[in-house]
């Protein structure tokens, strides 16, 4: 814990710095920017150069001034040698002093020696002027000759004459000509580095200044252009160059930032219509939920007031209904006697009016019950239930000879009560619709679609039109005339109502006089505990 | 001894008159007696306390008072408790039939619509609720 928080601290305080260096160069005076680096730069180099040439300016005076003794050596040598032999040979020492101090006047003579070679050692006649030996010097010996005749050829060496000639004073001038050569070259590279500085603050460096604080400045958004206050030149410079390249690009910047500007704010208006069109959608969405919500309440109570309806209005007419069938039936077995034919025929037309409105009660009422009732689901032998049914229906009808097929052991889930109703009146349409046929043929199997089970009931009875296919599932819809097929027109309906509580579907196929076929599903979903 | 009595519970003269026509028709030997509400059948079973009828038919849709509402009075009260009930109606509601299951009803028969078939169930109710299932003396 306390690891992480001191290397917290240490990456706090890094990155301090990096922004506070960053700051601080961003916003550095501009004193220490280029215009001072330059004059040191200058002035280094000016001072350097001026050192080098001093030094070598010093270095040809000094070779100079050395040379100028050298000569006054040589002029020594030639104008004052003889004279000295002269007066060494007739050893007159007052005039050899008065002449070697003359020789002294000359400039930089320190010290000059006449000294007497050969003779005897006991009288050696040795004349000076001057101190030896003082300081930084230079040293020649020169020998004295002396002839007798003007041949050239008797000369002797009588003596040597020594001399020293002192450097201090060549070593002075250097100085003082350093000094002089120094400060005037000081002043000079300060006045030309000045100089040189105020022509490139003039020239460059207030512009870079401008340019800088120009920048620091620069938005987008503001159109004035780049524009150094400096007069211009006759011809394009640098700066002038660099100030329109920078004027064009920022211009280009602008207008892509005008641009972008631009389709921002189209995209801007774009998300705003769409956030209000998300927002209308979903204000209609609920909307639609609340209808939805409020229909299928509406919806929900309308059905169970339609199913009170239903079961009252049944339950009602069947009533009066009993009543007529039987006072009917009194009449029938008391009076038919007793009354004409017609009379018999009358009631019999009643009777048989009432009963057809019976059965509707009854179909109308398993219609309502097959939405109504709870569904208990079990597992359900369909073969075997389908065989029953065939078995009432030759009950029924034993004068019919029909071929049935049903294929065994067809198993599936289901209330058991519904699942006969739905066989009992697929089988029973088949069955009814081919009466007319003499080899009428009824088959009940399944196959297999898109991997599920489907149940088929086929027969080769009256068929239906398929441009009614919709109408087939109708309540109270018929395909035929009650006196070609007697019926109530809701056993398919309550066929459709049933399948689709046990999670199925069903459809028809056929042709008029080719015979149905209808197919079912049942549990498409998978599960086969279906609530209501 | 009188002939033993039939009370059927009815509010439809038309259809007390078929079960009597039935009742003729089959020359039994029960009296009926018809009460057209539940108010008045309950009166007829408190007065003929001594001698009640040997069932009740009841119907379930009476004005006023239902037919499952006379059957739980009668059941509640200890003189007409014993008296066996059997329900008449052309209800097919399962909650009706458990209802009246539930409040005591020796049996709950549905009205044919066929008038032969009403005429069995007559008999077979009188066979059974008037000639065999004799209550035992009080």
């Not at chain 1, 603050?201 to 512009?207: A, D, F, I, K, S």
């Not at chain 1, 920078?246 to 389709?263: A, D, I, K, P, T």
């Not at chain 1, 204000?283 to 199913?307: F, G, I, M, P, W």
Request: charged content about 30%; hydrophobic content about 40%; glycine content about 8%.
């Amino acid at each position: 814990m306390g690891k992480t928080e001191g290397s917290d601290g240490v990456h706090d305080g890094t990155e301090d710095g990096h922004q506070a260096g960053t700051v601080v160069s961003a916003r550095a005076p501009i004193g220490h920017g280029v215009a001072w680096r330059l004059l040191a730069s200058i002035f280094l180099f000016s001072s350097l150069v001026t050192l080098l040439t001093t030094l070598f300016e010093l270095y040809m005076d000094y070779r100079g001034q050395i040379d100028d003794i050298v000569n006054r050596f040589e002029e020594i040598e030639t104008a004052y040698l003889p004279s000295l032999g002269g007066s060494l040979w007739s050893l007159d020492t007052d005039q050899l002093q008065l002449q070697i101090e003359g020789i002294k006047r000359l400039p930089d003579m320190q010290y000059l020696e006449v000294r007497e070679i050969g003779r005897s050692l006991k009288r050696r006649v040795t004349i000076s002027t001057g101190d030896r030996g003082v300081g930084p010097v230079l040293s020649r010996e020169f020998p004295i000759t002396y002839a007798e005749s003007r041949d050239r050829n008797d000369e002797q060496t009588i003596g040597a004459l020594y001399v020293e000639a002192t450097l201090s004073g060549v070593y002075a001038r250097l100085v003082d000509k350093a000094v002089v050569i120094l400060i005037s070259q000081g002043i000079k590279t300060f006045l030309v580095s000045m100089f040189i500085l105020y022509i490139v603050y003039r020239l460059v460096t207030r512009h870079l200044v401008a340019i800088a604080s120009y920048l620091s400045r620069f938005n987008l958004s503001q159109s004035d252009p780049l524009r150094l206050s400096r007069s211009r030149p006759s011809r394009e410079d640098e700066l002038d160059r660099m100030v329109g390249a920078f004027n064009q690009m920022s211009s280009g910047l602008r207008e892509v930032y005008q641009q972008l500007h631009e389709v921002n704010a189209e995209l801007e208006e774009d998300i705003a219509a769409r956030r209000k069109a998300e927002e209308e959608v979903t204000r209609l969405n609920s909307e639609l939920e609340q209808r939805v919500r409020q229909r299928t309440a509406e919806l929900e109570a309308s059905n169970k007031e339609l199913d009170a309806f239903t079961y009252s209005v049944s339950h009602d007419l069947r009533a009066p209904l009993r009543r007529i069938e039987g006072f009917g039936q009194i009449l029938a077995d008391e009076y038919s006697t007793k009354l004409d034919e017609r009379f018999s025929h009358y009631l019999q037309r009643i009777r048989a009016g009432s009963r057809d409105m019976s059965e509707m009660i009854d179909s109308f009422l398993k219609l309502s019950r097959s939405t109504r009732s709870e569904l208990t689901v079990e597992d359900i032998d369909l073969s075997d239930m389908a065989a029953k049914v065939v078995a009432r229906l030759r009950e029924k009808d034993p004068q019919r000879s029909v071929s049935v097929e049903i294929a065994p052991g067809l198993r599936n889930r289901g209330d058991r009560r519904l699942m006969d109703a739905v066989l009992e009146n697929l089988i029973g349409n088949a069955w009814k619709y081919s009466r007319h046929n003499k080899a009428a043929a009824i088959s009940f199997g399944c196959e297999t679609s898109e991997g599920r089970v489907v149940y088929v009931v086929r027969d080769n009875g009256a068929g239906f039109d398929m441009n009614y296919l919709d109408r087939l599932f109708m309540p109270f819809c018929r395909l035929h005339r009650p006196e070609e097929f007697e019926g109530t027109g809701i056993g398919l309906a309550t066929v459709l109502r049933i399948l689709a509580r046990h999670g199925g579907r069903i459809w028809a196929e056929g042709a008029i006089g080719k015979g149905a076929v209808f197919r079912f599903t049942l549990w498409e979903a998978g599960g086969q505990d279906d609530k209501p | 001894m009188t002939n033993p009595r039939i009370l059927l519970v009815e509010d439809s003269r038309d259809d007390a008159e078929l079960v009597r026509l039935a009742d003729q028709s089959l020359h039994l030997h029960s009296e009926l007696v018809v009460a057209e509400d539940g108010e008045a059948a309950l009166d007829y079973l408190f007065r003929a306390e001594a001698d009640p009828p040997a069932v009740v038919i009841l119907d379930l849709r009476l004005p006023g008072m239902g037919g499952l509402e006379v059957l739980r009075t009668m059941r509640s009260r200890p003189q007409t408790r014993r008296i066996p009930v059997v329900i008449l109606t052309g209800s097919e509601r399962d909650e009706d039939v458990l209802a009246g299951y539930d409040l005591g009803a020796n049996s709950f028969v549905r009205k044919p619509h066929e008038f032969e078939a009403f005429r069995a169930l007559i008999t077979h109710l009188e066979h059974y609720w008037v000639m065999t299932n004799l209550r035992p003396p009080v």
